[in-house]
């Protein structure tokens, strides 16, 4: 499983960074962008589909590789 934040429907709610704070961050724009090295380590992550779930635009996407 791979996670992507898609930066232009990202509104910067900051859900995904409030829920999987090792995962998720905001960039100095205010918009959520996934951690250095997190996308893949992000699979096992207990709170990565929650974070997604909580995306109120659905900026966060979870796909099988």
Known sequence: ???????ERCVGAGMCALTAP???TQDDDGFSEVLPG???AAAGHPLVR???RACPVG??????D
């Open 1 to 7: 499983m791979d996670v992507h934040v898609d930066k």
């Open 22 to 24: 090792d995962v998720f």
């Open 38 to 40: 997190s996308s893949a």
């Open 50 to 52: 929650e974070a997604a």
């Open 59 to 64: 900026a966060v996407a979870l796909t099988d």
